[in-house]
């Protein structure tokens, strides 16, 4: 398999056109990358910034084939888009364009129906939209923006390949991805230590241009030339390992970025189960205390 290229997710995504199959192909096309998922997501809000509302409208059908369909592989996607769909809500909402609300309304109404995100996450995105923090009904076909009804096989349709039984939320922690990390930690840090020597040692001759004046002869010419162009292809290898490098560094701070995340995420869910256990608690105590009383 070909290694993730932002370059052309970029042009994929300047392509992207509002029809399933369109849709459906760069979602599994996407899905293909999961351990590049944190640089998906990072293109992907960078271009939402870029374009037109009715463009968000296409890129938020492929943000929801993705989250729904890439559930079974791992949570990656699930984390790393919650760290971003809050801002997409409020360029959603800075747009003015009551076709891109109305898409991005109905597409929250349907992650929570299917419990693709906790409730709470889901509330706090609709606020940015003016909605209030209530409950929504279930989606009917009047609620749906017009758009839809030339791309309904992607909302109305059960998502693919999508597992039964709950699915990772945001407020569990979660291990797989730490795991994933701490992986990648180690095989950084390995890599590390067997640097040196890497980089290719370059003869005076090839460093210095004015060598090329003390050339005398044919045969002296070619074989500068062919040292030139052995080190030439051991630099561009070199080149080759630093830039995998670079990515795998890359990927690991959007890891630790979405471990981040997730570990707030995790805290204000026990914080707020803490705070109604002590409430509970407060209550029982003054009940008990009640009791007490009138038994004596």
């Given at each position: 398999?070909?290694?993730?290229?932002?370059?052309?997710?970029?042009?994929?995504?300047?392509?992207?056109?509002i029809?399933?199959?369109?849709?459906?192909?760069?979602?599994?096309?996407?899905?293909?990358?999961?351990?590049?998922?944190?640089?998906?997501?990072?293109?992907?809000?960078?271009?939402?910034?870029?374009?037109?509302?009715?463009r968000?409208?296409?890129?938020?059908?492929?943000?929801?084939?993705?989250?729904q369909?890439?559930?079974?592989?791992?949570?990656?996607?699930?984390?790393?888009?919650?760290?971003?769909l809050?801002?997409?809500?409020?360029?959603?909402?800075?747009s003015?364009?009551?076709?891109?609300?109305?898409?991005?309304?109905?597409?929250?109404?349907?992650?929570?129906?299917?419990?693709?995100?906790?409730?709470?996450?889901?509330?706090?995105?609709?606020?940015?939209?003016?909605?209030?923090?209530?409950?929504?009904?279930?989606?009917?076909?009047?609620?749906?923006?017009?758009?839809?009804?030339t791309?309904?096989?992607?909302?109305?349709?059960?998502?693919?390949?999508?597992?039964?039984?709950?699915?990772?939320?945001?407020?569990?922690?979660?291990?797989?991805?730490?795991?994933?990390?701490?992986?990648?930690?180690?095989?950084?840090?390995?890599?590390?230590?067997?640097?040196?020597?890497?980089?290719?040692?370059?003869?005076?001759?090839?460093?210095?241009?004015?060598?090329?004046?003390?050339?005398?002869?044919?045969?002296?010419?070619?074989n500068?030339?062919?040292?030139?162009?052995?080190?030439?292809?051991?630099?561009?290898?070199?080149?080759?390992?630093?830039?995998?490098k670079?990515?795998?560094?890359?990927?690991?701070?959007?890891?630790?970025?979405?471990?981040?995340?997730?570990?707030?995420?995790v805290?204000?869910?026990?914080?707020?189960?803490?705070?109604?256990?002590?409430?509970?608690?407060?209550?029982?105590?003054?009940?008990?205390?009640?009791?007490?009383?009138?038994?004596?």
């Amino acid at each position: 398999m070909a290694s993730f290229s932002r370059a052309v997710f970029v042009q994929k995504l300047s392509e992207l056109r509002i029809s399933q199959k369109s849709i459906v192909s760069l979602s599994r096309w996407v899905l293909e990358f999961r351990q590049n998922a944190g640089s998906v997501v990072t293109v992907w809000l960078q271009q939402f910034r870029l374009v037109t509302p009715g463009r968000k409208i296409i890129f938020l059908y492929l943000a929801n084939d993705v989250l729904q369909n890439g559930r079974r592989g791992g949570p990656e996607f699930l984390i790393l888009f919650a760290t971003v769909l809050r801002e997409a809500a409020r360029l959603v909402a800075r747009s003015r364009d009551e076709a891109c609300k109305a898409c991005f309304r109905t597409l929250l109404d349907i992650w929570q129906e299917r419990k693709v995100y906790i409730d709470e996450f889901i509330q706090n995105l609709r606020l940015p939209l003016g909605e209030p923090q209530t409950l929504p009904p279930t989606v009917t076909e009047e609620q749906r923006p017009p758009e839809k009804q030339t791309f309904g096989a992607i909302q109305e349709s059960e998502p693919r390949s999508v597992p039964e039984g709950p699915s990772p939320q945001p407020s569990i922690l979660n291990l797989p991805l730490i795991e994933k990390m701490i992986r990648a930690l180690q095989n950084l840090q390995q890599s590390a230590s067997g640097d040196t020597g890497e980089m290719p040692t370059l003869p005076p001759e090839v460093q210095d241009a004015s060598f090329v004046k003390r050339v005398a002869g044919t045969s002296e010419a070619k074989n500068l030339t062919e040292l030139m162009e052995k080190k030439c292809t051991s630099l561009l290898e070199y080149s080759s390992v630093l830039v995998r490098k670079i990515d795998d560094q890359h990927n690991l701070i959007e890891m630790l970025l979405a471990c981040t995340q997730n570990q707030y995420e995790v805290l204000v869910e026990k914080e707020k189960k803490y705070e109604e256990s002590k409430k509970k608690y407060q209550e029982a105590t003054q009940i008990l205390q009640c009791l007490v009383d009138i038994s004596t």
